[in-house]
């Protein structure tokens, strides 16, 4: 992965935490339309190192500034915890390009403006009688970004957020703008989705939609590790979607989050008998001393799909706020095995962490995808921020699940060295041949994909 100086990792809190960055900065801007604030990604921990960020409002002006500069990045709402998004020179920021384009009935899809955030998307889209199949653990995120990075929620059916991208718009590095479509070019597809932004600035994406349902959350206490070694295909099938939160402490799971949904007119119970665990009789944090109030409603209260498939809700800090991820996925055949490897390791583990959470994905065919061909189990670890500590425990949990050819979230904290990492994606040498079609000079290539995917 890059490396990240001491400088980059200043192990605060973004003043700017949960809004875009161009609006955080807003009255800054000069005439010309570049900001040149020094800017942190959204946790804090990571100092970008681009000399400015330039809005832009409209595809011809987007095309206007591919054509004007030799390097930049694109910019989405900064929630990848590494460099990722980093530009040595120049950003370009499409949060105000951010309206919905059309929503077909027939088709069921929605085309959207690269700019907009799930947050922005999902009330006025259920209020059109529409849902998307999953969310993750937060609607903040803007939407280009998070499929760009194979970014996911939970449930054994349901794919990570990119797979319902049908079809997408791409300005090149010059300056064309090519549509790429799941039905017209199926290979071509595949490979650019989750594109970890290496081959042009998206600018509009097209999503598979389904018909809005409602969805109940209910969470359990102490589910013990022994079952979950025992049982694991069955408890993660429990809803639809369902994610356990542990801290590797006690031989439990703290809390399993199980996300169902509700048919109208329908009336779901609480399970009963979840393996052991007992019902929660109150709302609760993943983190179990942070505050209830940022949270979707669980206790079975029946609600909209978007307001019950997140863990956090819009208008609230998510998660912790002050702190650092890492996510790793094995294939779920391995699941058991994989769990019980990062178990042994809970010494070094948990002095550092906030929580861990354990969720599933189907497999799906996008190249550069953490689940391409693998149906996948996601352990993720949300560390307190002390970096100099998690990048000592990172290559042990790599180690450890090295036998599973572990595949690491590509916009949380790995130290997986480039030559597995690509090893681990078969399709990257492909993906590398297609970049190097659409962007012959590197013009969207910065020292993430250098380090990652050249190194
Ligand atoms: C509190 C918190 C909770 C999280 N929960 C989850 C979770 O539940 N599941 C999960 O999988 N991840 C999760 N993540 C990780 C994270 O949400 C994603 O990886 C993230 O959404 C990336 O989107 P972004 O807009 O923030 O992108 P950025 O970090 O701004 O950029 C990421 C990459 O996308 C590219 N990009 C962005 N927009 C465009 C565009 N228009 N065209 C071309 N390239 C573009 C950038 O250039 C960069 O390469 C979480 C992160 C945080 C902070």
Request: proline residues 5%; contains cysteine.
């Amino acid at each position: 992965m890059v490396n990240h100086s001491r400088r980059q990792f200043v192990g605060q809190c973004a003043a700017v935490a949960g809004t875009s960055a161009v609006s955080a900065m807003a009255g800054r801007i000069p005439a010309d339309g570049a900001q040149t604030q020094p800017l942190g990604n959204w946790a804090g921990n990571y100092q970008y190192t681009a000399s400015g960020i330039t809005p832009a409002r409209s595809l011809a002006q987007v095309q206007d500034f591919v054509r004007k500069h030799a390097h930049f990045k694109v910019l989405g709402t900064r929630h990848c915890f590494n460099g990722i998004a980093d530009s040595a020179d120049q950003f370009l920021s499409l949060r105000e390009m951010n309206e919905i384009v059309g929503l077909d009935r027939a088709a069921r899809t929605v085309t959207i403006e690269a700019g907009m955030s799930y947050g922005q998307l999902c009330p006025p889209l259920d209020q059109d009688g529409f849902a998307l199949h999953n969310l993750a653990s937060l609607p903040h995120i803007s939407i280009a970004g998070a499929c760009a990075t194979g970014t996911h929620g939970s449930g054994v059916g349901n794919g990570n957020l990119s797979t319902a991208v049908s079809a997408f718009e791409i300005v090149t590095a010059g300056g064309d703008v090519l549509s790429i479509a799941r039905s017209k070019d199926p290979r071509t597809f595949q490979a650019t989705v989750v594109s970890l932004g290496a081959l042009g600035v998206v600018t509009r994406l097209t999503l598979d939609v389904q018909p809005a349902f409602t969805m109940r959350q209910d969470v359990y206490l102490d589910l013990s590790m022994a079952q979950v070694r025992e049982h694991f295909e069955d408890i993660v099938a429990a809803g639809y979607s369902v994610s356990l939160f542990t801290d590797w402490q006690r031989g439990r799971v703290n809390e399993v989050w199980v996300k169902r949904r509700v048919a109208a007119g329908e009336t779901v119970a609480a399970l009963q008998d979840y393996y052991g665990a007992r019902p929660a009789t109150t709302h609760v944090h993943p983190i179990v001393e942070l505050s209830a109030e940022n949270c979707t409603a669980q206790m079975g209260v029946a609600g909209p799909w978007y307001e019950r498939l997140p863990h956090f809700r819009m208008g609230f800090t998510p998660s912790s706020g002050k702190e650092l991820q890492s996510e790793y996925f094995v294939a779920r055949s391995n699941a058991v095995d994989a769990i019980s490897a990062v178990e042994r390791l809970r010494d070094h583990v948990s002095p550092h962490l906030l929580i861990t959470e354990l969720r599933t994905i189907a497999a799906d065919d996008l190249w550069m995808s953490p689940c391409y061909k693998r149906p996948s189990l996601a352990i993720h670890f949300t560390w307190k921020p002390d970096w100099p500590s998690v990048r000592t425990v990172l290559p042990m949990i790599e180690r450890e699940l090295a036998p599973f050819e572990v595949r690491p979230h590509w916009g949380k904290l790995f130290t997986i060295p480039s030559a597995q990492l690509q090893a681990r994606y078969e399709m990257s040498a492909e993906f590398k041949r297609l970049v190097a079609e659409h962007d012959p000079h590197g013009k969207f290539r910065n020292a993430f994909l250098t380090a990652n995917l050249y190194g």
